[in-house]
């Protein structure tokens, strides 16, 4: 049944989102793109405690935005780059569609008969 | 006209544009606020728009449908959360009749007038990466073919100037 699958692709988008609506976790989305950092060096850099930053990477994991992997006694954090390509990707299609409607208005203003329909 | 920036932000999944008029900011408004010029640029020339609605003031709605060259007619809506003339408008943006199944974006102008122009912002806010999918075509529904026709048009103007 199709609203079944529908509900659990909005399941998952709803977790993205959430995980996308914080500064914090946002920021730690553009630091953790080399995946050098580990969740205790993430949490140096935030004015909060370890157990705060590592609550906001189990947000993040959760939405599939990033992965951890164990490195000896740490957990290093990398951001998902396949995700956050097919966002820059979607985002180029949207860009693109404005650009048209831009192009459009710069018409719109620029014909004598304004307010009438061409 | 020309387009001055552009920030595609990934994580916040928003599109910004900065793009700049050689006219004043009173004019510029008016192809928001004039339904009859918002036709003449919200759809692309193979699906042109028709306002339907236009109230824009704060809570108003507006509505509207594009006409595919097949007779097809594709409806969408904004839903106004704030308007300042000839400053800023922003608005909830769906298609289809209003319906909390199918992805609504977040949309915000701003105009600046500097002397003889006028700097218009557009923000984008997606909620959602399965929503962008479905905007621009990748999924199924009525808004696909729509976006679907938005941009074969665009990619046509683009390459063709």
Redesign the interface.
Known sequence: MVVGRTGLLEGHANRVFRALADPTRRDVLRRAMQGTLSVSGLARLYPMSTTAVQKHVAILEDAGLVHLTRHGREQLVKTDIDTIAKAQSLLAGFELLWRGRLDLIGDVLASPSGGDRS | ?T?IA?D??????S?T?V?V???PAE??W??WA?P??L????G?PNYPATVVDHDLTNGGRVTYYMTGSDGEKLHGWWRIISVDPPRSLEFEEGCGPPNE?LPATMAEVRLVETPEKTT?T?I?R????????R??GMGKGEGTRL?VG??D???A??TA?
């Open positions: 006209m387009v552009v595609r932000d990934s994580a916040a999944l599109l544009i793009s008029f050689d006219a004019r510029v008016q192809v004039d009859r010029q036709e003449r640029w919200w692309p199944d218009m557009i984008t997606f909620a959602t990466i399965a929503d962008m999918e905007l621009l976006a938005q941009i048009a665009i990619i103007i683009t100037s």
